[in-house]
């Protein structure tokens, strides 16, 4: 992965050369709408608190794990036995990036909605409470952190969460078999260039032109700048959005010509 400093300065050259993140100067009507119903979104929405009482709660609990990483691993944590708090600290998405994933179900309504990646949950409620009338498939290769993620769901009351638990190359192909469509799907697990690519792929043999997926940490490390690279190259791609710590692509046959675009965030 990139360094602190490498990361502050890919972030730093991001933030003066994206696109502005008000719309302005923004021709696209579909990235415009986007802008300024979802990522401008300023309403407080009721889960909003009631999910990040969940997440301090989280970062205060020193009880220790053991821990099964399938993943690239962690990039501030080594070894098997690991402290809630500090998984929590280093694996939850910051709630600026987790609301926004709230506002996209919202407002896209997507049905079928699949998690790479569950951690503790966090993200995993803000989507299911996106959309009630949705189904959240989530993925989770640690049994003790899966059990945690569902004890949580248990007490937000989220009965639209279903939680596979084990190794990713195992669990989502026989996931996918199961669902006839993908509306949405977030990636956030293995941060590998070979494994990105393959999820990728796997999750495009069940896309609709309305789908929506979205590759967390797209310049965590150059193998996985080079995986973002690949995916909005990708034929099958109309339209990609880079947040710089977020990457969203679409399928939908109304693009007339492909676009891709850096908006600031």
């Keep these: 992965m990139y360094s602190t400093f490498q990361l502050a300065k890919k972030y730093l050259r991001y933030y003066l050369t994206a696109a502005n993140g008000r719309g302005h100067g923004i021709h696209s009507p ?26 301090d709660k989280l970062l205060t609990d020193h009880l220790m794990i053991e821990v099964k990483d399938f993943g690239a691993g962690s990039a501030v944590i080594d070894g098997k036995t690991r402290v809630i ?11 600026k990036f987790a609301r926004l994933l709230f506002r996209i179900v919202k407002y ?25 009338l949705s189904t959240v498939f989530t993925l989770e ?14 007490h937000l009351g989220l009965n639209n969460i279903e939680l596979v638990e084990g190794d990713f190359n195992q669990t989502l192909s026989g996931l996918l078999q199961k669902i ?25 043999e069940k ?13 965590w490390s150059k193998e996985m700048e080079g995986a973002w690279s690949l995916i909005k190259g990708h034929p099958s791609v109309k339209l990609s959005i880079d947040l710089f710590f977020m990457g969203l692509v679409f399928f939908s046959y109304d693009f007339r010509t492909t ?7």
């Design 180 to 204: 006839n469509y993908v509306d949405m799907a977030f990636v956030d697990g293995n941060h590998q260039k070979g494994a990105t690519l393959r999820y990728f792929r796997l999750l495009s």
């Design 30 to 55: 579909f990235v415009f709408d986007f802008i300024i119903h979802v990522l401008r979104d300023t309403n407080k929405y009721d889960c909003y608190s009631t999910i990040e009482k969940l997440r």
């Design 141 to 154: 290769g640690s049994g003790n952190i899966s059990a945690i993620a569902q004890d949580n769901f248990n």
């Design 259 to 265: 676009q891709h675009f850096i908006i600031r965030y």
């Design 108 to 132: 896209y309504k997507p049905k079928t909605i699949l998690e790479l990646g569950t951690s503790f949950g966090i993200t995993s409620s803000y989507l299911a409470m996106g959309n009630p």
């Design 207 to 219: 896309i609709i032109p309305s789908s929506i997926l979205i590759f967390d940490d797209i310049h």
């Design 85 to 95: 708090k500090d998984i929590a600290r280093s694996s939850l998405k910051n709630k």
